[in-house]
């Protein structure tokens, strides 16, 4: 019999979020599938065991996919993860999981934190619809392009984006959408987790003067009818 692929969610920054059933399968099965081997290795330092791990990150997927689907058909277990929140959101692991089933392998999620989510919870904002963008395109026109197409977008909106490119962001949103209600959610579950509130343009001003730094997660609400 073939063995199990887990999709396994693991923290986005406080090593305490983490599910029960998330450690158990994590130490029962024959081979972690990680991005970075040295991030993964502190989650199991912190829970007290060791695994074989293979990385798996997305230069070598194409490389690394054969030989995951060779352990689980040689009957192993095998845990995906990321090295942090859900594996395949911004992460690797939609192709593996693809290929997984097409092949005719059991695939199962063990669901945990993940940025958009704990994000949107606590945002203040509409959590009734929402769009998970992803990481904005980097270059400046094809940036416009993707927020314009969701200017009559009745969804909260949320985006993944490196600190330093806030300014660049925010700006661009006040050109396509105009003014809107802005949550950036920076460091969430880390010592200095921060929510910013507040519209496009006081945003804009008020960041003018603080650099920002970690991980971020924005949102959009939409547009005042
Ligand atoms: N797989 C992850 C998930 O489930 O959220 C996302 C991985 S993606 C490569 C990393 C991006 O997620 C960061 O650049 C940031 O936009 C967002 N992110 C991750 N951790 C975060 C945190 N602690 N606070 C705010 N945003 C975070």
Known sequence: MSGTLYIVATP?????????RAVRILKEVAVIACEDTRQTVKLLNRFEFKKELISHFQPQEARKIPLILDILKKGKD??????????????PGFRLVREALREG?????????TAAAAAL???GLPTHRYLFAGFPPPKKEALRKTLSALKDETATLIFYLPARKTREFLSALQETL????????????????????GKTSELLNSIENINLKGEMTVLVGCKDK
């Open 12 to 20: 986005i920054g406080n090593l305490e979020d983490i599910t029960f």
């Open 78 to 91: 095998v845990a995906l993860v990321s090295d942090s929140g859900t594996p395949g959101i911004s992460d």
């Open 105 to 113: 392998l059991k695939v199962v999620p063990i669901p945990g934190p």
């Open 121 to 123: 919870c606590a945002s």
């Open 178 to 197: 105009g003014e809107r209600d802005i949550v950036i959610a920076r460091e969430l579950t880390k010592i200095h987790e921060e929510f910013i509130r």
